[in-house]
Nanobody, 126 residues
């Protein structure tokens, strides 16, 4: 089983940038596809980004294209989410998730993932 811990959230001004991190322990990190989701206040959890086991390919929600970048460092067992030009509507709890895979498969719903972190709060002020 994997344990995931998100960090890097905080309160930032609109137009700024953040780099969220998700440290993974347990299991073999390079066997996990990784994803990021977020849940704005009063709304349902939504898909943000997915990255393959090797980091060779990624997938983004339409709303995340252009300003969001998912990456991973398998040596550090960490997945990242960079957010640029932050907007107030980006305010949410951001979660990372892992999915053990034998063959690369894109996962865009939270139910397809095996393990989840506790989330990190991102608050964007005007």
């Amino acid at each position: 089983q994997a344990q995931l811990v998100e960090s890097g959230g905080g309160m930032v001004q609109a137009g700024g940038s953040l780099r969220l991190s998700c440290a993974v322990s347990g299991g073999t990190f390079s066997d996990y596809a990784m994803g990021w989701f977020r849940q704005p206040p009063g709304k349902e959890r939504e898909f943000v980004a997915h990255i393959t086991r090797s980091g060779g390919s990624s997938r983004y929600a339409e709303s995340a294209k252009g300003r969001f970048t998912i990456s991973r460092d398998n040596a550090k067992k960490t997945v990242y989410l960079e957010i640029h030009n932050l907007r107030p509507e980006d305010t949410a709890v951001y979660y990372c998730a892992s999915d053990y895979q034998y063959v690369d498969q894109v996962r865009t719903t939270w139910g397809e993932y095996d393990f989840w972190g506790q989330g990190t709060q991102v608050t964007v002020s005007s």
